[in-house]
């Protein structure tokens, strides 16, 4: 069974940085896209950021020019730099992969709190 496992979560200050790390374990060689979603507390769940297979790279308006998605496919992991921290940011951040066979899988969770 394919799990996701997100890290690096925290507290943080406004304009500070945070690295989130999406690990994947069980039996799977790859992934086709991956991403990270947040859902803050009163909303819905949103697209952050996605990463294809390829390298291709897509952002949520909010955060283009602050945050950075980044995978390495011999770890089977999925980054998510986010720098430039806003209160806003604030969230649960989580994040999915899609397997070869299209299934859809999903991480935990790690929350993000940033204070003004």
């Known amino acids: 069974q394919v799990q996701l496992a997100e890290s690096g979560g925290g507290l943080v200050q406004a304009g500070g940085s945070l690295r989130l790390s999406c690990a994947a374990s069980?039996?799977?060689?790859?992934?086709?896209?991956m991403g990270w979603y947040r859902q803050a507390p009163g909303k819905q769940r949103e697209l952050v950021a996605a990463?294809?297979?390829?390298?291709?790279?897509n952002y949520a308006d909010s955060v283009k020019g602050r945050f950075t998605i980044s995978r390495d496919n011999a770890k089977k992991t999925v980054y998510l730099q986010m720098n430039s921290l806003k209160p806003e940011d604030t969230a649960v951040y989580y994040c999915?992969?899609?397997?070869?066979?299209?299934?859809?899988?999903w991480g935990q969770g790690t929350q993000v709190i940033v204070s003004s």
């Open positions: 999915n992969a899609r397997t070869p066979l299209g299934r859809l899988v």
């Open positions: 990463i294809t297979s390829g390298g291709n790279t």
């Open positions: 069980g039996t799977i060689f790859s992934f086709n896209d």
